[in-house]
Each structure stands twice: as C-alpha cells, then as structure tokens.
C-alpha cells in the first residue's frame, strides 16, 4: 500500500524532529519527535497505536518553552521498524484542535523558515 496523502495536504509540512510529548488519558505519555509538522498539525511516530479521533494534550517544543495544546488523531499507519524486528511502530497524524494565534504564528514561521534553509541548501 502506498501512502499519498501528501496529495491531499491543506498546509504546507516540513520535516524536522522537534520534542514532542503526547498525554492521552486512556494509554498514558508518550515522548517522541515529529516526523513532519504544519500549522495544521503534526505526524509522529510512536510505539503505541492510540485510536483514532482520539483528542490528546501535546507539548511541542519549537522554542525552548513548549507550544500546549490539543490534538485529535486523524490516521495511523503501522510503520516497518527496521532496527527491532516484530516490534511494529505507528506514524500517526495528529490535527491541532485548538491552537492559539501566536503558536500559529511559530509554527508559521518555524515551517517557512525551515523551507528556506531547505531550499537553499544548507539543511
């Protein structure tokens, strides 16, 4: 099966591996890293599968203070994990529910100015 929703993306994404912890009240905190992120929300991997339309708690350090926040799981995609067999791993996309202007605005920023860095060759 191949993955296309890149097709279907509102927000322009850029992939770099910010902190992120994830409080879900049913299976506990998770710590991970984006995979990719937008002002639209945020793909990580972790090892548990939550469910979907789950809404969780997230902090996300863009900046050395975390962006709160909340965000309601909108796919989930085992992923082959290539270091520890028969362990599988989840890419899970996360929608922000509830983000404020001003963590709109970084995130904004971090996502363009990662682009152009990107672009210019020096990420």
Same mark, same amino acid.
């Given at each position: +099966?191949?993955?296309?929703?890149?097709?279907?993306?509102?927000?322009?994404?850029?992939?770099?591996?910010?902190?992120? %912890?994830?409080?879900?009240?049913?299976? /506990?905190?998770?710590?991970?890293? &984006?995979?990719?992120?937008?002002?639209?929300?945020?793909? *990580?991997v972790?090892?548990?599968?939550?469910?979907?339309?789950?809404?969780v708690?997230?902090?996300?350090?863009?900046?050395?203070?975390? +962006?709160?926040?909340?965000?309601?799981?909108?796919?989930?995609?085992?992923?082959?994990?290539?270091?520890?067999?028969?362990?599988?791993?989840?890419?899970?996309?996360?929608?922000?529910?509830?983000?404020?202007e001003? %963590? &709109?605005?970084?995130?904004?920023?971090? *996502?363009?100015?990662?682009?152009?860095?990107?672009?210019? /060759?020096?990420?």
């Amino acid at each position: +099966m191949v993955w296309d929703s890149i097709d279907k993306r509102r927000f322009l994404r850029i992939e770099f591996p910010y902190t992120v %912890h994830i409080r879900d009240g049913k299976r /506990g905190n998770f710590s991970t890293y &984006t995979e990719d992120i937008s002002i639209g929300g945020v793909r *990580v991997v972790i090892k548990e599968k939550l469910k979907i339309s789950a809404i969780v708690d997230l902090e996300i350090y863009l900046t050395r203070f975390p +962006m709160i926040c909340r965000g309601k799981i909108t796919w989930i995609k085992e992923k082959q994990n290539d270091f520890l067999e028969d362990i599988p791993f989840f890419d899970i996309g996360i929608e922000f529910c509830d983000l404020r202007e001003k %963590h &709109t605005l970084l995130v904004s920023k971090c *996502v363009r100015d990662l682009e152009e860095k990107k672009n210019e /060759g020096s990420l």
